[in-house]
C-alpha cells in the first residue's frame, strides 16, 4: 500500500500549486480520499474531501472557493487545485484515504507548501 504525495514548493501570495496523490495496492474507488495539512506548532487539520465516486465534495472554510479536490478513479490519483494562495495556507499536505465501512485508513508522506514573497 502506498500513497505518494507530490506537487509542493515554494510559491508567491496569490499563486497557485497542484497537489497530486498516486496510490497503489489497494482499490482505489473503494475509498473516500482526502487532504489534510499541518502547520509548524499546529494539529493536522481537514483540507478537503472528495467521496469515493467523486460524488460530494467538502472543504474547510478557510480554502472554500480557493481550493478544488478532485479524482480520477481510472488513474488511482487524488487532487488539490490551489489558487489564490495565502502565507496562511504554508504546512505539510498530506493525502488520505479512508474506506469507512471497514476502517482502513492510509497516509501519504506529505509534500511541502510555503507561501511566501
Known amino acids: 500500500v502506498q500513497l505518494v504525495d507530490s506537487g509542493g514548493g515554494l510559491v508567491q501570495p496569490g499563486g497557485s500549486l497542484r497537489l497530486s496523490c498516486a496510490a497503489s495496492g489497494f482499490t482505489f474507488s473503494r475509498y473516500d480520499m482526502s487532504w489534510y495539512r499541518q502547520a509548524p506548532g499546529k494539529e493536522r487539520e481537514l483540507v478537503a474531501h472528495?467521496?469515493?465516486?467523486?460524488?460530494?465534495?467538502k472543504y474547510a472554510d478557510s480554502v472554500k472557493g480557493r481550493f478544488t479536490i478532485s479524482r480520477d478513479n481510472a488513474k488511482k490519483t487524488v487532487y488539490l487545485q490551489m489558487n489564490s494562495l495565502k502565507p496562511e495556507d504554508t504546512a505539510v499536505y498530506y493525502c488520505?484515504?479512508?474506506?469507512?465501512?471497514?476502517?482502513?485508513?492510509?497516509w501519504g508522506q506529505g509534500t511541502q507548501v510555503t507561501v511566501s514573497s
Open positions: 488520505n484515504a479512508n474506506w469507512v465501512v471497514v476502517r482502513l485508513e492510509y
Open positions: 472528495i467521496s469515493s465516486a467523486g460524488g460530494s465534495t
